[in-house]
């Protein structure tokens, strides 16, 4: 059975640096073929995707945050860690991870996801 | 602001069909790109509905099935039931942007 799990703090303040985590089990990150992505859904917003790292770690982001968003993999936890700096009140969210399956170019899509973490940014 | 566009809202009684469409252009899905399709139910991690237009990952029903023709795609749901209410979202990829790309989403209602 293949499950993800987000964890983090659920209050950061503004300007601060968000670190989340997401816990893989049931399958490597390091599958050839396949990656993980971190989505956000602003409350009462749709999805928007936030970027990923591929299973050879070649790393996505999406333009409008590249300049703020980090994703790194720890190997030997099956691990992924999203780093988002200078965060905003704007950037209040759950934050879900997902498992990108990367098989085919042009199609990119994620076929397993977490439950998600509400973060909120909040002096 | 999302380039791919879905109604906010479909509903339809129990048993019958519903249909959900995702319009872009023509640096998503015009240009070739694929339309994959989720279910999410407020609360829950998103589910996997459709991959690759038409294809149905195991587990999922054969009363949803995907569509997907120019810069439009859609998605069925047939037999409408009670535990088909959730919000439904399309993805793909937008060249121009460089961005992966999620739709408006969809709030589907069981009368």
């Known amino acids: 059975q293949i499950t993800l799990k987000e964890s983090g703090p659920t209050l950061v303040k503004p300007t601060q640096t968000l670190t989340l985590t997401c816990t893989v089990s049931?399958?490597?990150?390091?599958?050839?073929?396949?990656?993980v992505g971190w989505i956000r859904q602003p409350p009462g917003k749709a999805l928007e995707w936030l970027g990923h790292?591929?299973?050879?770690?070649?790393?996505r982001y999406s333009p409008s945050l590249k300049n703020r968003v980090t994703i790194t993999k720890d190997t030997s936890k099956n691990q992924v860690v999203l780093k988002m700096s200078n965060m905003d009140p704007v950037d209040t969210a759950t934050y879900y991870c997902?498992?990108?399956?990367?098989?085919?170019?042009?199609?990119?899509?994620?076929?397993?996801w977490g439950q998600g973490t509400l973060v909120t940014v909040s002096a | 602001q999302s380039v791919l566009t879905q109604p906010p809202s479909v509903s339809g009684a129990p048993g019958q069909g519903v249909s959900i469409s995702c319009t872009g252009s023509?640096?998503?899905?015009?240009?070739?790109?694929?339309v994959h399709w989720y279910q999410h139910f407020p609360g829950r991690a998103p589910r996997l509905l459709i991959s690759?237009?038409?294809d149905r990952p195991s587990g999922v029903a054969d009363r949803f099935s995907g569509s997907k023709s120019g810069t439009s795609a859609s998605l069925a749901i047939t037999g409408l039931q009670a535990g088909d209410e959730a919000d439904y979202y399309c993805?793909?990829?937008?060249?121009?942007?460089?961005?992966?790309?999620f739709g408006t989403g969809t709030k589907v209602t069981v009368l």
């Open positions: 997902a498992h990108a399956n990367l098989e085919v170019a042009g199609s990119d899509h994620f076929d397993y």
């Open positions: 049931g399958l490597s990150v390091t599958t050839s073929g396949g990656g």
């Open positions: 790292t591929y299973w050879d770690d070649d790393e």
């Open positions: 023509s640096s998503n899905l015009g240009a070739g790109y694929d």
């Open positions: 690759r237009n038409t």
């Open positions: 993805q793909s990829y937008d060249f121009s942007l460089r961005d992966h790309v």
